[in-house]
Structures are given as structure tokens and as C-alpha cells.
């Protein structure tokens, strides 16, 4: 009986919601593209969840240690290489932590538990016929781990003489002629053809075309390199039985996926519903490896490809490509406003793509946008010169009707009750900026709208009250609801907003923003309070040539 149960609840266990961000390298400290891959992805997560409250969200994130680069930064580094590894991969896992990145699983790829999982998937591959060996000569990338054929690389001069380059990501190659493992890459076309029919299994679709172009053109389809000679690559996992190679760098990453679900333990892994990924997140230099490769070894392997994959472009730096040589690397921390950084990546990137970072763009947006257009209009509305006994006040139906005819109010209405569904759709096809975009749009009516009405003018005169009343319970309940939807761009903002105005936690799901207090039928109006004290959401950036200084934002 008890065993029949347990069985049951196994079966009928609900389908998690498994979203992934890739696994970093680690031969280099994280810049602000790397934070932006996560922070796509955590805004996925959060809307997932805020959408559907019940649901059980698994959000992995970590870093990947192995290969010829781990290997070149650790001497660099001079530092034993496990060491090296561990230093970074904390530096990427306290980044996270410290920009909100929810994540609900770390893995690193020097796990015991993973390069179990990398042993085992290989041997399935083997058992399956689709790894073979053969003498291999070709350019390859260090940099991008990579192999590259020789129509898609180039020459350049440089002051050491004539080098070859990868059209694609412009890294140095190197010849390379060895005994490699190959995988029978070439066997998979039709079927990745047939995954990528319907819409939508890539975002922006821009990505998918891509992947359907590059598939359908007669392009040579060769089988590819999977694993590199140990005496070159020797940090990595060894190929079982054979102790002279080693797996390669991508295809061992890419399995980190299948190991936060458990595997190789088949039966954790079907039991807990997670597989396949509902969405992995990637930059566009890594689409080809999740879109081409992963899928392939997946289906040689006898499971699913994933249902989605969330692509993006790249972060540029004052409109140049962010790199170590040029200098420009953007490091997240050292930029002026830390707590605005997240809001502006992803108010400013749209996926398909790139968008440009610099400092003054930084400066303003969270200037005017979360220190102005929002910190100030809360600021005001619950600050004590309009509002000192700090509450929510009743929208006295009459007063209501009579604001609600006139402009600006009027507009601000309309516009606030269309803003949840048009924000959904946006967030539902991952277009935040957009979502970002809707929201400042109906912050700006209600500055607009209370300055409009000066409240100041209203608290004077007796007769002003219910008019002030109404005026604040319309610029707290668009206030409510902003946050409300913010949550996914800005969590400890919005949060914070949302404990002044004094929102039960369990009343700050989607749900509870689609209708402004007014439209809910049959509610009953009482005065509430809100959390009493200044409230500065914000503290406006002051940049002085090379110093930053922050002020308390004027209320
Ligand atoms: N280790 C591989 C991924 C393996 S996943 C099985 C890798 N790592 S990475 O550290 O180079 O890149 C991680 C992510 O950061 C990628 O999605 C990449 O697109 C992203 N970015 C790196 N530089 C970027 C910008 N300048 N802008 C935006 N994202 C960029 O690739």
C-alpha cells in the first residue's frame, strides 16, 4: 500500500519549471555580459513564478572549469588549478547573490557528481554507435573551444606576422592534427531540421532562422571532434577506458544540464519531471553549441531535446566589443549605481540585438526613472507633508467618478488598467525592455496626473480632503501595481516599495495586479496603513567628472 502511494505521488508529482543559464568559464572574473545572461534568465524565473504561485521552479546556474583556457589562466594565475577554479567560480556565485540572480541550483563542472553524469552519457553515446575514432586535422580556437573549418576562418597581420582567425568570433587558431573521438554529427540533420519546425523553439525567431538557414544550405555537415589527446588538454574528464583522451570542453558542459536533474540516476531524473529543460538561456556566440550540438547528443542519447531556448546578443561598451585587450571590460560592481545595474540591463537590451553600455546611460536612466519617475512619486505620495498619517486612504466613490472624467486622470486610468496585459505579453515573449517601457509610461501620466491635481493645494481646504484621498489612493494603487510588475526587473526594489505600501507577501502575485482596487466588484473600502517614516526608494547619482557622489533624492 505504502509503496503503491509513493508511487502514485511520483506519477502524478507536478512538472517543475527548469530554466538554465550557461555555465561560465572561469578563466577570467565576471563582467556585466555574463551578469545580463543570468539576470535574463531570473527575470524568466521570477515572472514564471509570479504568474503561477504554485509552481516548483528549478533555476540552475554555475561554472565550467575544464579545458586548455582553465588550464592557460591557472598558470597564468599561478595558482594549482582546483584552486583557481574554486576562487572564480565563488566570485561568480557572489556576484549572483549580490544582483538577485535566484538561482536554485549552483553546479561546477570539477563536481564528482558531474563528471559522473559526463562518463555515463558518453558511454551511451558509444553504446549507441555514434562515437567512433579517427585522425582529425583542423584549426582550432582555445578561446572559443572550438574547432573551426577553414571556410569560416581568415588571415590577419599582425606585428608578429601573418595568423589565421575565426571569421565568426575573431579568436586566434591553431592547427591542430590529432587522434580524436568523433561523434556522427552528420547522422542528425533531418532531425534537428523536424525539432526546429514549429515556432518558437528559439527566441527571437531571428536565432531560429538562423539555425534553420545554416541547416537547410548545403553546407558541409561534417561529424565533429569530442575529445582532444590528454597530453594537451589534462584538466578534463578522461574518456572511460581510454585514459589518453579526454572529453571535450563543450560536450562535458553541455551534459551540466542533465546532472542538476539528477542524472545519471535515470530514475531521480523521470521522477522529478524536470527533463526536458523548459528553457535555456544563451548569448548568440553559443547558439550554434545549443541549438546544433546539444540537441544531437541528446537525441543520440535517447532523450528529448529541450522545449526552448532564450537567445540574446551581446553587451558592447561604448560601441565597442567588450574585451581584456581593449581595456573596456565593465566589471559590475565598479559601475556607479550597483542597485541600478540590473534595471538597466534589461530596460535597455532588446534580444535580438546588441545594445551599447556606458556610464552615462547608467546615470540617467536610474536617474530619472528609478529616482524620479518612481522613488519621487512614492516619496511624495507617502511622504508626511501630504500624507502624515501615512495611509491608504478610501477612493470615496464620488469624489472617484468626478477625478476619473477629468484630464490627466482620465488617461492615467486607461492606461493603468491595460498595463498588466500588455506588460504579461511582453514579459511572456521575454521582451522586458518593452514590459520596463509600459510601466514608465503609466509612471509618467501619474506624475502627470498628481501634479496636475496638486494635492498640496487640496490639503489646505477642508472640502479638498475627499478630492486628496482620491489622489492618493489612485497614485498608491498605480504605485501597488508597478511594483508589483517590477518584481522580475528590480526584486529588492520593488520589494521594498511594496513592504512601505505595506502589500502582504501573498498578495504580490500577477493576480493581485490585474485589476486597480476601483474594479474589483463588491470591495469594501477601509483606510489602510502604510508603513510609516521618509521613504527614499532611490538615491540620485551624482557624477562628477571622475567622482561619483551620491545625494538623498530631492522629496
Ligand atoms: N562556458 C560556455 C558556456 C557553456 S554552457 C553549457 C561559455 N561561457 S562564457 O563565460 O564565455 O559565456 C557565458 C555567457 O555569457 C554566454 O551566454 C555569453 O553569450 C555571455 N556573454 C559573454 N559576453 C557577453 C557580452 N558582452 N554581452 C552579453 N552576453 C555575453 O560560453
Known amino acids: 500500500m505504502r509503496l503503491s502511494l509513493r508511487l502514485l505521488s511520483s506519477v502524478v508529482q507536478k512538472r517543475p519549471f527548469y530554466i538554465t543559464t550557461p555555465i561560465f568559464y572561469v578563466n577570467a572574473a565576471p563582467h556585466l555580459g555574463h551578469l545580463y545572461t543570468a539576470v535574463v534568465a531570473d527575470a524568466i524565473q521570477r515572472f514564471e513564478k509570479l504568474t503561477n504561485p504554485d509552481c516548483n521552479v528549478i533555476f540552475s546556474t554555475g561554472t565550467d572549469e575544464h579545458g586548455t583556457k582553465i588550464q592557460q589562466a591557472a598558470a597564468q594565475a599561478n595558482l594549482p588549478l582546483q584552486d583557481y577554479c574554486n576562487n572564480i567560480s565563488q566570485e561568480y556565485k557572489d556576484l549572483f547573490d549580490e544582483f538577485e540572480v535566484g538561482y536554485t541550483d549552483y553546479i561546477r563542472t570539477t563536481e564528482e557528481r558531474h563528471k559522473k553524469a559526463v562518463r555515463h552519457f558518453?558511454?551511451?553515446?558509444?553504446?549507441?554507435?555514434?562515437?567512433?575514432?579517427?585522425?582529425?586535422?583542423?584549426?582550432?580556437?582555445?578561446?572559443?573551444?572550438?574547432?573551426?573549418?577553414?571556410?569560416?576562418?581568415?588571415?590577419?597581420?599582425?606585428?608578429?606576422?601573418?595568423?589565421?582567425?575565426?571569421?565568426?568570433?575573431?579568436?586566434?587558431?591553431?592547427?591542430?592534427?590529432?587522434?580524436?573521438?568523433?561523434?556522427?554529427?552528420?547522422?542528425?540533420?533531418?532531425?534537428?531540421?523536424?525539432?526546429?519546425?514549429?515556432?518558437?523553439?528559439?527566441?527571437?525567431?531571428?536565432?531560429?532562422?538562423?539555425?534553420?538557414?545554416?541547416?537547410?544550405?548545403?553546407?558541409?555537415?561534417?561529424?565533429?571532434?569530442?575529445?582532444?589527446?590528454?597530453?594537451?588538454?589534462?584538466?578534463?574528464?578522461?574518456?572511460?577506458?581510454?585514459?589518453?583522451?579526454?572529453?571535450?570542453?563543450?560536450?562535458?558542459?553541455?551534459?551540466?544540464?542533465?546532472?542538476?536533474?539528477?542524472?545519471?540516476?535515470?530514475?531521480?531524473?523521470?521522477?522529478?519531471?524536470?527533463?526536458?529543460?523548459?528553457?535555456?538561456?544563451?548569448?548568440?556566440?553559443?547558439?550554434?553549441?545549443?541549438?546544433?550540438?546539444?540537441?544531437?547528443?541528446?537525441?543520440?542519447?535517447?532523450?528529448?531535446?529541450?522545449?526552448?531556448?532564450?537567445?540574446?546578443?551581446?553587451?558592447?561598451?561604448?560601441?565597442?566589443?567588450?574585451?581584456?585587450?581593449?581595456?573596456?571590460?565593465?566589471?559590475?560592481?565598479?559601475?556607479?549605481?550597483?542597485?541600478?545595474?540590473r534595471y538597466v540591463l534589461l530596460r535597455e537590451a532588446t534580444l535580438a540585438d546588441d545594445a551599447n553600455y556606458s556610464e552615462t546611460k547608467l546615470v540617467n536612466i536610474a536617474n530619472s526613472e528609478l529616482a524620479d519617475t518612481l522613488g519621487n512619486l512614492a516619496s511624495r505620495a507617502c511622504g508626511a507633508a501630504l500624507n502624515p498619517r501615512h495611509e491608504l486612504p478610501p477612493p470615496h466613490a464620488h469624489e472617484l467618478r468626478d477625478v476619473a472624467r477629468r484630464e490627466p486622470a482620465a488617461r492615467l486610468l486607461r492606461a493603468l488598467e491595460r498595463l498588466p496585459e500588455i506588460c504579461h505579453q511582453h514579459y511572456s515573449s521575454y521582451q522586458f525592455y518593452k514590459g520596463v517601457d509600459a510601466v514608465i509610461h503609466v509612471l509618467h501620466l501619474a506624475n502627470l496626473f498628481f501634479e496636475t491635481m496638486k494635492p498640496w493645494e487640496l490639503k489646505k481646504k477642508p472640502e479638498g480632503q475627499k478630492e486628496l484621498d482620491v489622489v492618493l489612493h489612485i497614485t498608491l494603487e498605480t504605485l501597488r501595481i508597478c511594483s508589483i510588475i517590477l518584481q522580475p526587473i528590480i526584486p529588492s526594489l520593488s520589494g521594498r516599495l511594496l513592504d512601505k505600501l505595506q502589500v502582504p507577501r501573498d498578495c504580490r502575485y500577477w493576480q493581485h495586479c490585474e485589476r486597480p482596487s476601483w474594479r474589483i466588484k463588491g470591495a469594501i473600502f477601509e483606510t489602510k496603513n502604510i508603513q510609516s517614516g521618509k521613504f527614499v526608494l532611490f538615491q540620485r547619482i551624482y557624477v562628477d567628472k571622475k567622482n561619483v557622489h551620491k545625494k538623498k533624492a530631492i522629496v
Open 122 to 341: 558518453w558511454t551511451k553515446l558509444v553504446k549507441q554507435d555514434y562515437i567512433y575514432k579517427a585522425k582529425y586535422a583542423g584549426w582550432y580556437s582555445v578561446n572559443d573551444e572550438a574547432f573551426v573549418p577553414e571556410s569560416h576562418t581568415r588571415e590577419e597581420m599582425t606585428k608578429d606576422g601573418k595568423i589565421k582567425v575565426s571569421v565568426e568570433s575573431g579568436h586566434q587558431l591553431e592547427w591542430t592534427e590529432e587522434t580524436n573521438y568523433m561523434f556522427r554529427l552528420s547522422a542528425f540533420k533531418t532531425h534537428l531540421q523536424e525539432w526546429l519546425k514549429p515556432d518558437g523553439v528559439i527566441q527571437p525567431s531571428k536565432f531560429q532562422k538562423q539555425l534553420q538557414d545554416f541547416l537547410a544550405s548545403d553546407a558541409y555537415f561534417p561529424d565533429i571532434s569530442v575529445s582532444r589527446p590528454s597530453s594537451r588538454v589534462h584538466w578534463a574528464v578522461r574518456v572511460p577506458d581510454d585514459e589518453e583522451q579526454s572529453i571535450y570542453v563543450w560536450l562535458d558542459a553541455l551534459i551540466n544540464y542533465l546532472t542538476v536533474c539528477g542524472y545519471p540516476d535515470e530514475e531521480q531524473l523521470m521522477s522529478r519531471r524536470a527533463w526536458p529543460a523548459d528553457v535555456h538561456v544563451v548569448g548568440k556566440d553559443i547558439l550554434k553549441f545549443h541549438g546544433i550540438y546539444w540537441p544531437a547528443f541528446l537525441m543520440a542519447a535517447r532523450w528529448q531535446p529541450p522545449r526552448r531556448l532564450v537567445c540574446h546578443s551581446h553587451w558592447t561598451v561604448d560601441g565597442s566589443k567588450m574585451s581584456k585587450s581593449l581595456g573596456n571590460v565593465v566589471a559590475p560592481r565598479s559601475v556607479p549605481a550597483p542597485a541600478a545595474l
